[in-house]
């Protein structure tokens, strides 16, 4: 079965610019969720979604940050504009739904950095 | 107070030892523990979930809950090299799934 895939890997970006990380979960798995991680740090939830719905995202930045998943299973999650802060690994993962009860699986992450 | 406080570490155990990882959690009304793996320069790996209070054993791991106590530990049973890794423990309360810091394991040889 594969395992839930990101791209890119890796994003090199000067501060200002947009960027862009996509998401494929896991078939069948109804809930997708979008973590930052930090260095030294347990990943952050940013945004989660069952199917279509976005049902938490009050740690999404909303100011510069923006997600969609349309049709219930690819995800992408956008900056506009990146800051330097904003240098993170951007970790999505998925799990078959509900409140999180159920285990969440890890794609490879995406390391942004903004310089 | 966070919510998973976990020992950063690192926490350093010779080959075939016992390595022991504590996790502690602020809401009683927290449902379900995760322990995840995850090596440097990669992403969380989910190596054991338990959702009742009591032992749950999977191969050299044995996951352990207190809900009383706020508490859930992992064991490492004849720890091997390939165990170090920064190890991280998991809590959802309300659908939402908080991390601890992660506590570093070192296996030595």
């Known amino acids: 079965e594969a395992g839930v895939v990101q791209s890119p890997r890796y994003k090199i ?3 200002k610019q947009p960027v862009a990380f996509w998401c494929n979960p896991i078939s069948g798995h109804n809930t ?5 991680q930090n260095l030294g740090q347990g990943p952050e939830l940013l945004i989660r979604y069952e199917n279509e719905e976005a049902v938490d995202d009050s740690q999404l930045p909303k100011d510069r940050f923006s997600a969609e998943r349309l049709k219930g299973v690819d995800s992408t999650l956008k900056i506009q504009p990146a800051e330097l802060g904003d240098s993170a690994v951007y970790l999505c993962a998925s799990s078959l739904g509900g409140q999180g009860g ?3 699986y890890f794609g ?4 942004l950095t903004v310089t | 107070q966070k919510e998973v406080e976990q020992n950063s570490g690192p926490l350093s155990v010779p080959e075939g030892a016992i390595a022991s990882l504590n996790c502690t959690y602020s809401d009683r009304g ?14 969380p790996e989910l190596i054991m979930f338990i959702y009742s209070n009591g032992d749950k054993e999977d191969g ?10 706020q ?3 992992l064991l490492i049973r004849d720890s091997q090299p390939s165990d170090s890794a920064t190890y991280l423990c998991a809590v959802t309360l309300r659908g939402k799934l908080s991390f601890g ?9």
């Open chain 2, 60 to 69: 050299r791991f044995t996951a352990q809950l207190n809900k009383a106590s």
């Open chain 2, 101 to 109: 810091a992660g506590t570093t394991v070192t296996v030595r040889a």
């Open chain 2, 30 to 43: 927290s449902q379900s523990f995760f322990w995840y793996r995850q090596y440097s320069g990669k992403s």
């Open chain 1, 32 to 36: 997708l969720y979008w973590y930052r």
């Open chain 1, 102 to 104: 159920y285990e969440q």
């Open chain 2, 71 to 73: 508490y859930v530990s």
């Open chain 1, 13 to 15: 970006i000067e501060k």
């Open chain 1, 108 to 111: 490879p992450g995406t390391r």
